[in-house]
């Protein structure tokens, strides 16, 4: 959490934050826990994890509508997002419903540390160095995309972040033996927490990770280095 996340919270009447569905567990809410008063009201908003277009888009702009309600009441309200709220987050799909349904209400994006930079963090573990690229992706769902990515990163002297790694890793992690790379791809699960677990994907064994994985692949150095 950054300091301007602990301010907003404290100063918010509201605090609003995404759950699956009704009742389910919030990991941006236990991630804020120690920061939201008992006095401070509690606004669940629920996204589903669905792939269909229509339940996604009737959510955000639910989100979008139970917020602005609480402006229009006078009530300050902070909506809690994981990591970065403009990468790969609910938090930017509810901004632009707020953009486009009411335009006039005032709104304020505060950044945080993304999963990548904190998985770096944890590993001591150099994101992108002088002339490197660095592309941030979700992992791809096949074995042909992800062999086109590593070909074109390793041409381009491309660090990879691949996000959504989860159940992936059963496949993943062969198609990144063969190919040599294990030695040279960090792993990081659960960042941050008590069970956090950050490694050289080597020392992983093949298997089904937590939704919350990430893989950084770095297949080069820059020439110049300690
Ligand atoms: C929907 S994206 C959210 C990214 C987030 N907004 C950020 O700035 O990092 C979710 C993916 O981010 C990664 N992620 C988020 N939190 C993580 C954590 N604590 N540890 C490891 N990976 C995490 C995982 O790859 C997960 O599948």
Known sequence: ????????????????????????????????????????????????????????RQAWHQAAAALAAELECGHSVVLLCEGDASLFATSSYVVLA?????????????????????????????????????LVMPCPDHHEDLIAALADAARQERVLALLKLGRRWSWVRPLLE??????????AERVGWADQRVCRA??????????FSLLLIRQSWPKVMP
């Open 202 to 211: 080597d020392l992983l064994p093949a298997g089904q990770r937590p939704y």
């Open 1 to 56: 959490m950054t300091l301007a996340a602990v301010d907003a919270i404290k100063q918010a009447q509201v605090v609003a934050f995404p759950a699956v569905r009704d009742g389910a567990e919030s990991m941006a809410a236990s991630i804020a826990e120690p920061w939201i008063r008992p006095e401070q009201r509690r606004l669940p908003l629920v996204f589903p994890m669905v792939e269909a277009a229509e339940p996604r």
């Open 98 to 134: 707020l953009q486009q349904q009411y335009p006039r209400c005032p709104l304020r994006v505060i950044p945080g540390i993304t999963a990548i930079s904190a998985a770096a963090a944890a590993g001591a573990w150099p994101l992108a160095l002088q002339q490197d690229q660095l």
């Open 178 to 187: 063969q190919q040599g790379l294990l030695k040279h791809t960090l792993f």
